[in-house]
Nanobody, 125 residues
């Protein structure tokens, strides 16, 4: 079993930045791909970013390209999402997730096997 715990959410003004963290329990974190998703009220969960097991390759949603960076520290069992130039439309609950695959980073939530409880990000105008 893998447990994921997100942190770092909060209230930020438009144009501001946040860094989210997600720490995993268990020994398998460094073996698998990790992703970040978000879900706003009344909307479906959508892909934000993902990284393969080594951190050597990443993928981003078009809406976040140039505004966020996903990284991971396998020694700390932690994946990060650094977000800049945040806008009110980025307001959502942000979730990290683990997919039991090494070399791909799926953009559909159905491909992920474990999820965190989420952390709220609110961007005020």
């Amino acid at each position: 079993q893998v447990q994921l715990v997100e942190s770092g959410g909060g209230l930020v003004q438009a144009g501001g930045s946040l860094r989210l963290s997600c720490t995993a329990s268990g020994r398998t974190f460094s073996t698998y791909a990790m992703g970040w998703f978000r879900q706003a009220p009344g909307k479906e969960r959508e892909f934000v970013a993902a990284v393969i097991w080594s951190g050597g390759s990443t993928s981003y949603a078009d809406s976040m390209k140039g505004r966020c960076t996903i990284t991971r520290d396998n020694a700390k069992n932690t994946v990060y999402l650094e977000m800049n130039s945040l806008q009110p439309e980025d307001t959502a609950v942000y979730y990290c997730a683990l997919a039991r695959r090494r070399y791909s980073y799926p953009q559909t939530p159905y491909a992920y096997d474990y999820w965190g409880q989420g952390t709220q990000v609110t961007v005020s105008s």
